[in-house]
């Protein structure tokens, strides 16, 4: 965290990292976003999105004034994630009202990369979840992606969620509002008029499967073009089957490409 003195930057305290964070999966990626509250700059998020396996986590800091540091007032994980798609993502996307009393934080790829965003609040130095995960209604099928951004205004009372892959990566953005504590959806999804078609692309998912010792299923869909190929490739040469993992994401993201752009 850096703190703007005079026109000039200096550093404020040391590098943040957030304890309690679980990287049995590999990594957390603390700090992939972050939000600042406008008031005073006293709270802090940061969002991890790759903490627990891919279930994703929210950390928030406070500033303080007579320790001339970053204080952990918690950890914050929605407990309403659907994570049967392997990934949640929660802290891809981060933002924070004025006040620090509000943040939302998306994760793209719950239930399946249809997306999500969870609000909590604080009360007392209490931080908690308000109400269920947000997901906007009328959305394309498949992949959707909300959560994959995420604004709030000042008074944390109106929360807009974007939606990069939604209707075959046309995208959308949907607004919710918060009225006595109760959040809703405000109208049908936002898709702006204007775009190029040529800028569209298709969603991509590949998933594999290791069937035995010699077999891997590569089930490849390319927006409604869904291929099965059969690897045949032992499995305990892990760095091979990475190569091949590499090449073939690389085919296929180029593939769709040009299938978008006809």
Not at 244 to 252: A, F, G, I, T
Request: charged share 15%.
């Amino acid at each position: 965290y850096c703190l703007m003195v005079a026109s000039e930057w200096s550093q404020y305290g040391h590098k943040i990292v957030g304890s309690g964070y679980d990287d049995s999966g590999g990594s957390a990626y603390q700090g992939y976003s972050v939000a600042i509250s406008r008031n005073d700059s006293s709270t802090l998020v940061s969002g991890g999105y790759r903490d627990t396996s891919k279930v994703g986590a929210v950390w928030v800091f406070n500033k303080s004034a007579t320790l001339d540091q970053w204080i952990q007032q918690d950890k914050l994980v929605g407990d309403d994630y659907d994570d049967a798609g392997g990934s949640v993502y929660q802290g891809y996307a981060v933002a924070v009202s004025d006040s620090g009393n509000t943040l939302a934080s998306g994760g793209y790829a719950d239930s399946s990369l249809v997306g999500a965003v969870w609000i909590f609040t604080r009360t007392d130095n209490t931080w908690s979840q308000q109400g269920s995960k947000l997901v906007g209604t009328g959305s394309g099928s498949g992949s959707v992606f909300q959560g994959y951004s995420v604004a709030i205004s000042d008074d944390g009372n109106t929360l807009a969620s974007g939606a990069i892959a939604d209707s075959f990566a046309l995208g959308a953005v949907w607004i919710f509002t918060r009225t006595a504590g109760i959040w809703n959806q405000q109208g049908a999804k936002l898709v702006g008029t204007g775009y190029g078609i040529g800028t569209v692309l298709l969603p991509m998912e590949i998933r594999w499967h290791q069937v035995d010792t010699w077999t891997i299923l590569v089930l490849v869909q390319c927006g409604y073009s869904l291929e099965l190929a059969i690897l045949g490739v032992n499995k305990e040469a892990s760095w091979l089957v990475q190569v091949m993992q590499e090449v073939l994401n690389k085919v296929v993201q180029w593939h769709c490409l040009q299938t978008a752009t006809r």
